[in-house]
Nanobody, 120 residues
Framework: QVQLVESGGGLVQSGGSLRLSCAASGTIFRIIAMGWYRQPPGKERELVARSNSGGGLDYAESLKGRFTISRDNAKNTVALQMNSLKPEDTAVYYC??????????????WGQGTQVTVSS
């Protein structure tokens, strides 16, 4: 089976930085896309950033310039560098990946989530 394991969350002051990491392991034939979503308290889950097949990158418009996604295809990992953090960035951050487990079957996988709290 496939697992996504996140790390790097925590408590940071407003204006600070954090780096989240996510590693995919298990029966992986090919990863199509890897990215990050977040769910603020009382709100719906939303896209933060995604690295697509071929190297394309998608960002939430409001986060461009502060957040940077990077992916290591050889290691099946994706990272999210978050700078100039604001209290409204407080959320549970989830890693997501579209993964082929063989030549014809693919599924969407989620990590367990990591809490990011930004204090004012």
């Amino acid at each position: 089976q496939v697992q996504l394991v996140e790390s790097g969350g925590g408590l940071v002051q407003s204006g600070g930085s954090l780096r989240l990491s996510c590693a995919a392991s298990g029966t992986i034939f090919r990863i199509i896309a890897m990215g990050w979503y977040r769910q603020p308290p009382g709100k719906e889950r939303e896209l933060v950033a995604r690295s697509n097949s071929g190297g394309g990158l998608d960002y939430a418009e409001s986060l461009k310039g502060r957040f940077t996604i990077s992916r290591d295809n050889a290691k099946n990992t994706v990272a999210l560098q978050m700078n100039s953090l604001k209290p409204e960035d407080t959320a549970v951050y989830y890693c997501q990946a579209y993964i082929y487990v063989n030549t014809s079957r693919w599924s969407i996988y989620w990590g367990q989530g990591t809490q990011v709290t930004v204090s004012s």
